[in-house]
């Protein structure tokens, strides 16, 4: 049994059951706690601004705590600043890139990159959630020897194929044609526009928006439901097709794994870490991004083939459980949380 105790930075944690917000931050937190990992947090729930003084100040506090062994950061350099600066110098600090403070920020301007380095150059280790975004990082001062791709991954019982009629069945639909889905922030980067322009050209076909944000004006094909708790989601899964996510960036997308695990295929674009996991024409197929005919036209793909589809979901279900189910992920995780502890015993 692993007895250590773990200090948790996170500028994103959810609030409640069903906040899409770094639900998966929880999921690791959980899963190490049932390892034996004590678990102590400084988080931000809050998705204003002034949620960072509060949040800054309990991480000062848990920074100097006696009682740590490791520290681990999640999302930098928000997350990671007073953990880099004041942390105790005997204590290791893990630095985990989700995204696009891997993929965009570094890039914005050169402050954003002197402040990336600086946090890589105070970093034991580092961690991605994709291949793509741990060379981005090593090709901008990273220890090659220093920093792994490990994904949190996706719990693969409780997200599990299901009937599809029963599903619709509980959820009230009466729709009958393909049914695809769309799971996450309703955000221009993720690709709305463009599958709201493909739903326009396929009134025939439904289209199901999962997540927070503004609802755009759409054609009567289209459902908006909101956020939804991850049985609610499971539901929806369930109840669907396909998974659609025409994402502008990426890391490895949790959605597609999600769908994966309910056995639907997922289209996706061929941006980020999207092409680590879904492999076009087998589990699922890939788009140039912000290509409306493209996109469309997988879609159609998806419509007129009902056996090929449901094939590819079977894959993709296989490729979930072989590479990414949670508790392969968090034993990857501890193995690097290990690493770190006997290095702190034999400096």
């Not at 004590?38 to 949040?55: D, R």
């Amino acid at each position: 049994m692993v007895d250590y105790t773990l200090a948790l930075f996170a500028n994103m944690y959810p609030a409640f059951d069903g906040d899409y917000r770094a639900n998966f931050i929880r999921q690791m937190v959980r899963d190490l706690e049932l390892r034996g990992v004590a678990v102590k947090k400084a988080v931000k729930t809050s998705s204003s601004i002034s949620g960072y003084f509060p949040f800054y100040y309990q991480s000062l506090l848990l920074s100097r705590d006696r009682d740590l062994d490791l520290l681990q950061a999640e999302y930098i350099p928000h997350s990671s600043l007073i953990p880099a600066f004041f942390k105790r110098w005997d204590v290791p600090l893990i630095m985990k890139f989700h995204g696009d403070d891997a993929r965009i920020y570094p890039f914005k301007n050169r402050f954003n990159l002197i402040l990336t380095r600086s946090m890589l150059k105070r970093a034991d280790y580092v961690i991605t959630t994709s291949e793509e975004m741990r060379q981005v990082l090593m090709g901008i001062g990273a220890n090659p020897d220093r920093i792994s791709a490990i994904h949190t991954g996706v719990d693969t019982v409780f997200l599990s194929p299901a009937s599809k009629e029963e599903s619709r069945k509980k959820l009230g639909l009466t729709f009958e044609s393909t049914l695809f889905l769309f799971v996450g922030r309703l955000h221009i980067w993720k690709g709305i526009g463009e599958l709201l322009e493909v739903a326009k050209m396929c009134p025939d076909l439904g289209f199901v928006f999962v997540g927070p944000g503004p609802v755009p004006i759409h054609t009567a094909n289209c459902m908006f439901v909101g956020t939804k708790t991850p049985r609610e989601v499971r539901e929806w899964l369930n109840a669907s097709d396909c998974l659609v996510l025409p994402t502008h960036t990426e890391a490895v997308p949790t959605s597609v794994m999600e769908a994966f695990a309910c056995g639907l295929p997922a289209i996706t674009t061929d941006v980020g870490g999207c092409p680590e996991i879904v492999e076009h024409q087998k589990n699922g197929l890939i788009v140039p991004v912000r290509d409306v005919k493209a996109l469309k036209d997988a879609v159609m793909w998806m419509h007129h083939n009902p056996d090929q589809r449901r094939e590819m979901g079977k894959q993709g279900r296989m490729t979930v459980i072989e590479r990414f189910d949670h508790n392969k992920m968090i034993e990857k995780l501890i193995t690097v949380h290990r690493i770190l502890l006997q290095r702190k015993k034999n400096p």
